[in-house]
């Protein structure tokens, strides 16, 4: 690496109570990393056009039934500023998937070079429709570096290192189901790894239990219920076997969130809202 690399959470977005768990409200757990003047950012959340214009982009339903917090103060746009970052400073974007909760807010950055699977964009571009795929997300702007399957590995799972040659150690680790191009994405934090496991899991607490129960909001917007639950399966084997080695985290778990944000003297949104 040749520059030092900080790293800081941040949650870009609220929703409600993920049902019958104990996560009261879901966090939009996102990661800024900042090597000198540049920034990358892992998962953008809710973007601004979004909290402008709710009920035309997000609809009702959406908004009712994930109780989405509509205020611009939580976007990703508004967060960086809160920190004393441009926009112009966001050099890359590094995509979990293209749902809009962790893409909405791609246009606020249209010069970042955006990262994401292959598959992830081959299914946006589909036939298939799926709800949270929204097509104003994306323009002819955007600049899309994308990643075929390979022989690489890590930690035993397949992997996929992001071209950020110098800058950032990080792979995308295919955890396919709840999309079809759905990853992880693995970076170094110091002497550890970290596993941001996007939308593979929902709740730690509840996802890992044997055998895992399905969470209606899961099982709702899956495209594959195999494909998820040997995502989850694979976590859990890497939780076990390489835990003291890899801090594994979810989108969506406000215990997790928490838990990455206390103490560090970071801007925490949580708190914009009292
Ligand atoms: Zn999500």
Redesign the pocket.
């Known amino acids: 690496m040749s520059d030092t690399v900080s790293i800081s959470h941040a949650t870009f977005g609220l929703m409600g109570p993920l049902t019958h768990t104990p996560t009261r409200s879901m966090t939009?757990h996102c990661v800024i990393f900042q090597i000198g003047e540049r920034v990358i950012l892992l998962d953008t959340g809710f973007g601004t056009r979004e909290m402008l214009d709710p009920n035309g982009l997000l609809g009702q339903d959406a908004l009712f039934k994930l109780g989405i917090v509509v205020d611009i103060r939580l976007t990703a746009l508004e967060r960086l500023k809160a920190r004393g970052i441009r926009p112009e400073q966001v050099s890359d974007i590094i995509l979990t998937h293209l749902?809009n909760?962790?893409a909405g807010g791609l246009y606020d950055f249209p010069d970042a070079t955006v990262h994401l699977a292959s598959e992830e964009l081959d299914a946006f571009d589909g036939l298939k429709p799926r709800g949270p795929y929204r097509p104003y997300q994306i323009s002819h702007r955007t600049k899309f570096q994308t990643y075929e399957p390979s022989d690489e590995t890590w930690f035993g799972l397949a992997a996929r290192s992001l071209n950020l040659p110098g800058v950032l150690d990080a792979k995308l680790i295919p955890l396919p189901g709840h999309t079809e191009g759905h990853c992880g994405v693995a970076f170094r934090d110091g002497q550890k790894w970290c596993l941001h496991a996007g939308?593979a899991y929902f709740d730690r607490t509840i996802n890992f239990l044997t055998p895992p129960p399905g969470l209606p909001l899961e099982i709702a917007f899956q495209t594959s219920a195999g494909d998820r639950e040997a995502s989850i399966a694979k976590l859990k084997q890497l939780r076990e076997e390489n835990g003291q080695q890899v801090d594994i985290f979810c989108?969506?778990d406000q215990s997790e969130y928490l838990s990455h944000t206390a103490g560090r003297g970071s801007p925490d949104a949580l708190s914009v809202l009292g």
């Open positions: 939009i749902d909760d962790h939308d989108t969506h």
